[in-house]
């Protein structure tokens, strides 16, 4: 087995509450390496596409690297792999910190969780033994709540991932945290609702050895230097909130589900205005150099404060009342909610209610008390809260009238801080995402904030550079590396080839890199085909295709560009028809 | 012409916005890292040559992204300032 890797992962069936150890092969280690790749080629292995996602056969995966635990800043990631239950095909969400230093060390390089406990329960696995504790005192509990629960209850040393009571009412976009952090997108928490799991604590003694410890100490070294200087100022300095101001004048700021792109009290969700008022404390995850956590306070407690929340939960909403906006992101980390999907689904609610298609007429742009109000039912599934449990797109169908048209999701995913035809790259990156509509599985944006295209009026030429930024993505959540850390590499494939030679002792080459990456996107695509994925589904709602930005005219996509890019997205990644990938 | 920062640069700037005479994006950063010394470490090259830090990218009336110090300029343009991971 190569150095960085235990060689197993540890199956958990927790209808039994018994845990085995399976062999990987080292070939099969090579060719996914970690986190989202090794993930996916374990489910597709377990035969997860079939599988209806909250079923008690579905899996999942919790995946961790050959990074993990070694002194590579931003390293210590785990990616949580499943069917989703929002779009019903593959989703891999990424998490930090403690929890993937103390998975590796329980002896295994991913944990697999299938089957359903006799009732609500948490897994324990202490240094590789696996056995099952009641949760049942736990019901209901936030995610924090749960994690110090269980911290007095086995011990300090142990690490745990929890669902809050979003997950447990297997809301389709219910996270799983960890030390605030969360497994954000696609619904893993309720995937592990649907398992009658509260939590997850372990804790280990099982290390890896490195192949080549001084080279790897030294290039360690060199990468926390650069993650001090200029290319991540900006995570450091203000976190990915200062993006707001930013894309509010670009006109790329989703306002009122997307029927504008700039919002007229973006300065009051500033950081800048955040400060003002609060006092703000920065935070970062384990071996993390960089620390992008900025955490405002807030009552008597404090709230990590991202763009992707201010954003769904400010001006997607129309709430510009930063106060609201906090305790609402603060409300949806309590419940285990991914705040996009959240807001996305409100907003969509509230457009809704506004051309008179459902009938709730407190549900209204603009209100923070309203908004506070509309999360709580959904992390209940009480009321309206029930329909909106199912994300934008399941409600649509339910509440008719077209009204799909302008629910803000691809595949069932909503979308993320990035107006489609004023970023026109991402739109074709949203399109095509094997998750739905991700920013994190595609950094096209980068494109489009870049003198490589015309961002409003993009052309074929933009494919190729969409489909690089998937590539390396794809790449950095399988090492795992954080991707705030991006800016600081001169050439990514060869640097992440020497950190793979120093901890593995493989002989790998940044052309073995490249071609990995690709074959984990074609290992997503795969799963998805399985899963019953067709061409239709590569597109965008109609809202984007026949309405330019109300603000900015030249900013508008039609039918037939957008066809013609994923025609090509297609064509340059050698897709065929309906069973090409692999 | 009106330059305009955010994110970082506005930080180092230390305002949100400034006025400079310039006809071309070269003179324009010259005049900038002249009257604002903060910003003079994110401005690199010599002579006409000027150009940003890499961590640094700028956009002509938000149109379109532009780096050739030899970019005219017009008195009513608007040449944005912000950190070049836009995203994330
Ligand atoms: S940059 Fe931020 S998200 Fe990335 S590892 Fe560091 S603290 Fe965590």
């Known amino acids: 087995m190569p150095f960085g890797y235990h060689g197993r992962y540890l199956r958990i069936d927790v209808s039994r509450g018994v845990g085995e150890y399976v062999p990987l092969d080292e070939m099969v280690l090579r060719q996914y390496l970690g986190g989202s790749g090794l993930g996916v080629r374990l489910l597709l292995d377990e035969g997860a596409p079939g599988f209806d996602p909250l079923s008690p056969e579905a899996p999942i995966v919790f995946a961790f690297s050959p990074l993990v635990g070694s002194p590579l800043t931003t390293s210590a990631k785990f990616a949580v792999v499943s069917k989703s239950p929002l779009t019903e095909r593959i989703n891999d969400s990424l998490a930090s910190s403690g929890f993937a230093v103390a998975g590796k060390r329980c002896g295994c390089d991913a944990l697999m969780i299938v089957g359903r406990a006799p009732e609500l329960s948490v897994v324990i696995i202490d240094d590789g033994d696996v056995r099952l504790e009641s949760a049942v005192e736990h019901r209901g509990a936030t995610c ?90 900006k995570y450091r300095e203000l976190g990915t909130a200062t993006n707001l101001l930013t894309f509010n004048r670009f006109g790329a700021l989703p306002t009122r589900n997307f029927q504008s792109g700039s919002f007229e009290e973006a300065a009051s969700l500033s950081p800048e205005q955040l400060t003002a008022t609060r006092s703000k404390t920065r935070d970062s995850c384990v071996a993390c150099t960089i620390g992008c956590e900025h955490i405002y306070s807030l009552g008597d407690g404090g709230v990590r404060v991202e763009y992707e929340s201010l954003f769904a939960l400010g001006s997607l909403c129309g709430v510009g009342d930063a106060d609201a906006v906090l305790r609402a992101s603060k409300r949806c980390d309590e419940l285990g909610l991914d705040t996009i999907s959240a807001g996305g689904t409100i907003a969509f609610a509230m457009e809704c209610v506004e051309r008179g298609w459902l009938d709730e007429a407190w549900l209204r742009f603009g209100s923070g008390d309203v908004l506070l109000r509309a999360i709580e039912l959904i992390g209940s599934r009480e009321g309206i809260g029930n329909l909106l449990a199912e994300g934008s797109r399941r409600a649509a169908y339910a509440i008719g009238h077209g009204s799909i048209a302008i629910a803000p999701q691809v595949k069932g995913l909503e979308i993320p801080g990035y107006e489609p035809r004023a970023l026109q790259t991402m739109a074709l990156g949203f399109a095509v995402g094997a998750r739905g509509a991700d920013h994190n599985r595609s950094g096209a944006y980068e494109v489009d904030f870049s003198d490589k295209v015309d961002r409003r009026h993009v052309t074929l030429d933009a494919v190729r550079h969409a489909i690089e930024t998937e590539d390396k993505a794809a790449l950095m959540d399988s090492l795992i590396m954080c991707k705030f850390l991006r800016g600081v590499f001169t050439d990514f494939y060869a640097e992440s080839a020497e950190m793979l030679r120093d901890v593995t002792g493989w002989d790998v080459s940044a052309d073995e890199l490249r071609e990995t990456a690709r074959r984990i996107v074609s290992a997503r695509r795969q799963f998805n085909l399985l899963a019953g994925w067709t061409p239709a589904e590569d597109t965008l709602p109609e809202r984007f295709l026949n309405t330019p930005l109300p603000n900015d005219p030249a900013a508008s996509l039609n039918r037939e560009r957008l066809d013609d890019l994923v025609a090509e997205y297609h064509r340059q990644r050698g897709h065929s028809g309906a069973h090409d990938a692999e | 012409m009106q330059v305009e920062f955010f994110g970082v640069p506005r930080e180092r700037a230390g305002v949100s916005e400034l006025e400079l005479q310039a006809d071309t994006l070269g003179q324009m950063l010259n005049a900038l890292a002249a009257k604002v010394p903060s910003l003079g470490p994110f401005i690199g090259g010599e002579g006409r040559d000027l150009r940003l830090h890499s961590s640094f990218i700028a956009s002509l009336n938000g149109d379109r992204f532009v780096s050739d110090p030899g970019t005219p300029l017009g008195q009513n343009d608007r040449v944005l300032i912000l950190s070049a991971d836009a995203g994330g």
């Open chain 1, 144 to 233: 924090r709540e749960t994690e110090s629960a269980l911290r007095s209850r086995l011990g300090a040393n142990f690490r745990i991932a929890s669902i809050g009571p979003a997950g447990e009412n297997l809301v389709r976009y219910a996270t799983v945290s960890h030390d605030g952090r969360h497994a954000g997108r696609g619904g893993s928490g309720a995937v592990l609702g649907s398992k009658d799991i509260k939590a997850i604590a372990l804790r280990g003694t099982q290390t890896t050895e490195w192949a080549h410890p001084r080279e790897l100490t030294e290039l360690s070294r060199s990468l926390s230097k650069r993650s001090f200087g200029p290319a991540t100022a």
